[in-house]
């Protein structure tokens, strides 16, 4: 019984950390209409508070100690993990593109939400917020916490959760949203460091977000 009750608190973190992913979008959207100087740091206050409470509780489980990690190891793990998600974007869009959509569902939402909102909040958000929340339940909570000492089908099902809430709908959405969870989760696999696959998915994030506001 208290293994169930311990699973049940552990699903109840990961609704919890999803919900305030998506109620930040949420609030965001919803306040957009006002524009005042005061209005917008009001919403960048509240999403860097977001940040600073999510970058605390990983410090508190021991997630976050860039000190203890030689650069070079970093470098070069990182350099492979993004070809190889470089490689699974080519192989998933010619999918997608055969299938005869222009673009998957989560990068068009990605770029109505860009119509909708600032670019410094859609910048905080796509390129620091979302990859911090998203390790933690895909790569920490459901992997090394709800299926402690099961983690190779705990980084499974945490693949797979990742591809679904990017709106994998087809082939070609799995292969890119499936072999980018892949490869973070084969990172954190690897090299037992959360900040390995954490910082590919930042940089993921940040060049996609660099080219997006470069169209």
């Not at 959760?161 to 994998?168: C, Q, S, T």
């Amino acid at each position: 019984m208290k293994t169930v009750i311990e699973k049940l608190k552990v699903i109840g973190v990961i609704i919890g950390f999803a919900a305030i992913d998506q109620g930040l979008l949420v609030v965001m959207m919803e306040t957009s209409m006002y524009q005042s100087s005061l209005a917008f740091a009001l919403r960048i206050l509240l999403a860097l508070a977001i940040f600073a409470g999510f970058v605390t509780y990983a410090q508190k489980k021991g997630l976050l100690d860039f000190k203890t990690i030689k650069p070079k190891s970093l470098i070069l793990w990182e350099l492979l993990g993004y070809a190889l998600i470089l490689l699974c974007n080519q192989v998933g869009i010619a999918f997608v593109q055969n299938s005869g959509a222009t673009t998957t569902s989560n990068q068009a939402a990605l770029e109505q939400l860009f119509t909708l909102l600032s670019p410094a909040f859609m910048g905080l958000f796509v390129v620091l917020i979302a990859p911090l929340i998203e390790e933690l339940i895909f790569r920490y909570l459901i992997p090394k916490v709800l299926f402690k000492n099961y983690e190779v089908i705990g980084f499974i099902v945490g693949v797979l959760g990742f591809a679904l809430v990017h709106g994998a709908d087809s082939l070609g959405d799995w292969i890119i949203y499936g072999g980018m969870g892949a490869v973070m989760a084969f990172l954190y696999y690897k090299t037992e460091r959360f900040e390995y696959s954490l910082t590919l998915h930042i940089l993921n994030n940040a060049i996609a977000f660099a080219l997006m506001m470069a169209l």
